[in-house]
């Protein structure tokens, strides 16, 4: 069951992709050879780019150590954590808060085959 990224995430997701892509121009490098570089597909750098797809941990690393910078390089700007965004980001967090509380004081039943 995959769900569905809040608007933090997508938010999240796009800053870090057109932030990676900057970096990556101001290399001159191109897609396909940054992508042969970490080990993946175009595509799949492609979608990190454009924010249609979060980017695991560890290959943030690769692509740091590739592109010669600190992966903080590439994470939003505290005034994009806790400035005008922050209104959504509190309602988000909060409705992902009571899913939890609920999902856990509420477990769904077990039926238990005889």
């Known amino acids: 069951m ?3 990224p809040g608007i933090i995430e997508i938010a999240f ?3 870090l992709g ?4 900057a970096k990556r121009r101001q290399l001159k490098m191109s897609q396909q050879s940054l992508a042969a570089e970490v ?18 941990l560890w290959m943030l690393l690769r692509l ?3 592109l010669g910078c600190n992966m903080v390089l590439f994470l ?3 005034t ?9 980001m509190q309602r988000e967090r909060d409705r992902h808060t009571l899913k939890a ?3 856990e004081r509420d477990p769904p039943l077990r039926r238990d085959v005889a």
């Open 2 to 4: 995959d769900k569905e």
């Open 64 to 66: 740091a150590d590739v």
């Open 39 to 56: 080990g993946v597909h175009r595509n799949t750098l492609c979608r990190w780019e454009y924010g249609l797809m979060s980017c695991p």
């Open 18 to 21: 057109s932030k990676l892509k």
């Open 101 to 103: 509380i609920q999902a």
């Open 76 to 78: 939003p700007a505290q």
């Open 80 to 88: 994009f954590t806790w400035g005008d965004n922050l209104g959504p």
């Open 13 to 15: 997701n796009l800053e």
